[in-house]
């Protein structure tokens, strides 16, 4: 049951950004998407990937997003209760946009 752990745990990061990003946060004239939550087998690490639409406004909303970090993980860990709850990193999904 244990090596599903990760699934689970990155399913749940999943849905709880989703609604964080239209709740807490204006992206202005970009549209944001979680294409990928991938959750390390140890629960260490999170890598969240985002695909943003236009391109142009990648750079601007990654920023945003990792000034926000901080809040986002004591809201992530505050939302799941686990230990260890990992430690999330935002990588720009380029293949979503092709």
Do not use: W
Not at 35 to 49: F, G, M, P, Q, Y
Request: proline fraction near 4%.
């Amino acid at each position: 049951m244990k090596k599903y752990r990760n699934l689970r745990v990155a399913e749940r990061i999943n849905q709880e950004l989703g609604t964080m990003f239209l709740r807490d946060f204006d992206f202005d004239e970009a549209i944001v998407t979680i294409t990928e939550v991938t959750v390390s087998e140890d629960l260490l690490r999170a890598i969240i990937k985002l695909g943003i639409i236009p391109e142009e406004c990648g750079p601007e909303v990654f920023f945003s997003l990792e000034r926000a970090k901080r809040d986002i993980q004591k809201k992530l860990t505050h939302i799941l209760n686990i230990r260890p709850m990992p430690r999330v990193s935002f990588q720009i999904d380029r293949n979503s946009l092709v």
